[in-house]
């Protein structure tokens, strides 16, 4: 190699690596000014396949959230190495029919991953969706482990409470983002819905998310923006949360909550358990952020 | 020179290729498969050698049935001498194929130190009689897997998400569209799930490799002169049925004495079959094809040990003496706190006698927390598996390091009696611990207590935080009786460096003398 080709190499070679970082900007959000009431629905059933549906025909079915040829994020809550019944995980068949309503509503690829407490692949064995992802025989679901180069640290520039956190790439860049937590106990946040669901996308050291969670669970919402967020209260933990283990300390509620507002998703939720709204504290942090609704009489509730 | 066409060695290779790659196979399966139970017997080969088998039971005065299959190879080294060193030791196949790769560091007039392995296996075999097992220090398997699973598989994997790393994040897309599959296919397939890390890693690296450099002196040299397993194998040879036959007229080529890699053939061409191990790279090579291998017990003389029967009993009463100055230590009288043994570990005693320290339940522990002990159980305690719970937590359904546990050191759990196993009790620094030293909210440790009545509890309190704010926090404090000892609190703590939760090993179910203070009978 001579001289001339040797630049000319070291050229292309550093075009292709400038060009090659990965930069991601977080466009603030524009506070909503006076929205709309937002909906919110609830539906009951025995059968939790179809309930997904059911829930979903108010707020104008999946077509109203996944276009066709989006890219689609589902996050389930599957931290846990612990089974269906015992309810610390989102329910198999909810997480299934979730995805194959997206597949139907012509996604292009639809991401299913979460970062796990527990050892990864025995929580995604045991909560019963790996099973169900298999079932689906379907090129265009991905289920896989998050991988740790995958981690972008994004500045929370409306953070009160954190100013940086790492989240993972696929979440960040996904047309369609879509929350779908298990309501259960947890004894530091009261109760574990969908804001704290998203803290499986974070990468780093999340128990320091622990320290103020109210507030540093609002100021990661500002940046995972669920269009949709279905909570899984089909069955829901009372006590020992958020992992349990007792099947004594689970309650059959056959429920599901969905809504395109977050903070009034978890804030109706909040109610499956006989407590306000404004007893959790990320709820009443979001609902300050402007990221969505808490106070339930201006909420469109609809049972489904 | 006339070509000889005989091809048996190639047969030979073949084994061992065959033998290795299984080996490697059920290496890379000695993990979480997405079943509680292993599906593949992955500490077979631990459980063929009849060494360890031997020292084993007799470090615990009983036979241990676990460990059959050792039966069977004895069984077949009686018909066929020391086969297995030639054609199934992994180790062997190793050290076979990069014999071209270690330059000699002299040709011939090689110091003969082939008794030396007689006399260790003597000491070995009394000193575990008497309460100082060190089997696993010398075991070719114990060496080369705890090298494998301790050191070098991590690096692989060290090596290998590096560069992925580097192509995925410097690379431009054209070539990520090339690399970013090929890294999938090998996490999914060679690599392991995970990054590890361990204690004691560049130590059992290096001790493998001092097996690879002593090639540079000889040939085979651990095989010749070390490996117990293969002194004895060399003792039941004596007796084997299968033996080497050097031609007694011909010429004076000595090929196949250079040939040997095991020095079994002498100057008159005699093939001892305490040496031998059946390569059959002498019948292939030799010009005139004056050797052969048969059944022919009458026609050959029982070859001696050579060793010297001075030294062989000086060896067994060091072997015996040795073991009494271990009790002269202080551990002895107050075990480290901190060792925390695996889940269905036996009494100490029993658990190191029986352990071969072949890094098994090390390499199959899903959460990274089971390490190899330093000194802190002592010389005799080098090696064998510890909970480091900073590291790594030990997972509450998971039962593998039971399952692959070849002489049960680790007693094979069910998911109930794991569930229910206390391997140690934690401890709250209130010093570290943000509740009670800053009045800052955490409770980490109680969300991940995987009891399903949490061990870990809380209680309200009114602290001044380090602003001198009056604050309401949840304290963490532990319930002795529900603690197992897995250490997720102590895994998880977010404070940096040490953790405000520690695991000891009190309370730990197989060792009274560490019961727990209690007020009144627990059951």
């Known amino acids: 190699m001579n001289r001339r080709d040797f630049l000319k190499q070291v050229m292309l070679w550093s075009a292709g690596i400038t060009t090659a970082i990965p930069s991601i900007q977080i466009v603030p959000e524009l506070l909503a000014a006076e929205k709309p009431s937002p909906l919110v629905s609830h539906a009951t059933g025995k059968d939790y396949y179809n309930l997904v549906a059911q829930v979903l025909e108010p707020l104008g079915t999946i077509g109203n959230f996944v276009k066709t040829g989006d890219n689609v994020v589902i996050k389930p809550n599957m931290a846990w190495d612990r089974n269906p019944a015992q309810a610390a995980n989102t329910h198999p068949q909810v997480v299934k ?8 509503a012509g996604a292009k690829k639809i991401m299913v991953f979460d970062r796990t407490c527990n050892e990864e692949r025995r929580c995604y064995v045991n909560s019963g969706i790996q099973e169900a992802m298999a079932a689906i025989k379907d090129s265009r679901l991905k289920f896989y482990h998050p991988d740790s180069r995958k981690f972008v640290p994004v500045n929370i520039e409306r953070g009160k409470a954190v100013r940086k956190l790492e989240i993972y790439k696929d979440a960040l860049e996904a047309d369609t983002y879509i929350n779908v937590p298990v309501a259960k106990h947890h004894s530091l946040s009261t109760l574990t819905l969908g804001l704290k669901n998203s803290m499986g996308v974070l990468g780093g050291k999340r128990g320091q998310m622990h320290h103020n969670l109210g507030q540093k669970l609002a100021d990661l919402a500002t ?50 358990f006989d407590l306000k709204p404004g007893d959790i504290s990320s709820t009443v942090a979001a609902y300050k952020l402007g990221l969505g609704e808490m106070n339930l009489e201006r909420m469109n509730i609809i049972k489904a | 020179m006339k070509r000889n066409h005989s091809n048996l060695r190639y047969w030979r290779r073949l084994s061992q290729i065959a033998c290795f790659l299984l080996f ?24 063929i050698d009849p060494f360890l088998a031997a020292s084993a039971s007799i470090a615990n005065k009983t036979l241990i049935w676990l460990m059959w299959p050792a039966l069977i190879f004895i069984g077949l080294t009686f018909f066929l001498g020391r086969f297995f060193c030639g054609w199934i030791c992994p180790m062997g196949a190793l050290l076979d194929s990069c014999h071209k790769l270690i330059p000699h560091a002299r040709e011939g007039g090689i110091t003969r130190l082939h008794t030396l392995k007689y006399y260790l296996l003597g000491f070995l075999l009394i000193a575990a009689f008497w309460g100082l097992p060190a089997a696993g220090y010398f075991d070719p398997f114990s060496i080369l897997v705890r090298g494998l699973a301790i050191s070098i598989y991590p690096a692989i994997n060290v090596m290998t998400t590096s560069f992925f790393t580097f192509t995925y994040q410097q690379m431009p897309v054209w070539v990520n569209s090339i690399t970013e599959p090929i890294y999938a296919f090998l996490r999914s397939t060679i690599l392991p799930f995970r990054q590890n890390y361990f204690e004691l890693a560049f130590i059992s690296l290096f001790i493998l490799l001092t097996i690879f450099m002593l090639e540079r002196l000889e040939r085979r040299f651990f095989c010749r002169n070390i490996c117990p397993v293969g002194a004895f194998y060399a003792i039941i040879s004596r007796f084997s049925l299968l033996r080497g036959k050097g031609g007694s007229k011909c010429g004076k080529c000595k090929n196949c004495m250079t040939v040997c890699r095991m020095g079994a053939i002498d100057e008159n061409r005699n093939i001892s079959p305490l040496d031998c191990n059946l390569c059959l790279e002498c019948v292939d090579i030799c010009p005139g094809s004056k050797i052969s291998f048969g059944f022919q017990q009458k026609e050959v003389a029982r070859p001696s040990f050579g060793i010297s029967r001075r030294k062989f009993i000086g060896t067994l009463a060091i072997g015996t003496a040795l073991p009494f100055f271990l009790d002269t230590r202080t551990m002895a009288k107050r075990p480290d706190p901190y060792l925390i043994r695996p889940p269905g570990a036996l009494p100490e005693d029993e658990f190191l006698g029986r352990c071969v320290r072949c890094g098994e339940c090390m390499k199959v522990c899903i959460g990274n927390g089971l390490q190899p002990t330093f000194l802190a159980a002592g010389l005799e305690g080098l090696f064998s598996p510890r909970l480091n719970a900073r590291t790594g937590y030990c997972e509450y359904n998971c039962t593998l390091c039971g399952q692959v546990c070849p002489t049960g050191a680790l007693t094979e759990l069910t998911l109930s009696q794991k569930h229910a196993e206390k391997i140690g009790n934690v401890f709250f620094d209130k010093n570290r611990c943000l509740p009670y030293a800053k009045g800052i909210p955490c409770i980490v440790c109680e969300e991940h207590c995987p009891t399903p009545d949490k061990a870990i509890q809380f209680r309200e309190a009114e602290v001044l935080n380090s602003n001198g704010e009056k604050v309401s926090v949840k304290q963490p404090f532990v319930v002795d009786e529900r603690c197992v000892g897995c250490g997720i609190c102590e895994a998880k703590c977010p404070l940096p460096g040490q953790s405000a939760v520690r695991v000891t090993s009190a309370g730990e179910r197989r060792n009274p003398q560490n019961a727990l203070p209690t007020q009144s009978l627990l059951y």
């Open chain 1, 97 to 104: 029919a979730l995805v194959e309503l997206c597949l139907d």
């Open chain 1, 223 to 272: 940046v995972v923006r669920p269009k949709l967020t279905v909570i899984d209260a089909t069955r829901i933990l009372l006590r020992n949360g958020p992992q349990g283990g007792d099947i004594d300390d689970v309650k059959v509620l056959d429920s599901l909550v969905a809504s395109a507002d977050p903070v009034a998703c978890d804030a109706y939720a909040t109610t499956l």
């Open chain 2, 24 to 47: 490697l196979f059920l290496f890379i399966k000695t993990d979480y498969s997405g079943t509680n139970e292993l599906t593949y017997a992955v500490n077979i080969l631990f459980r």
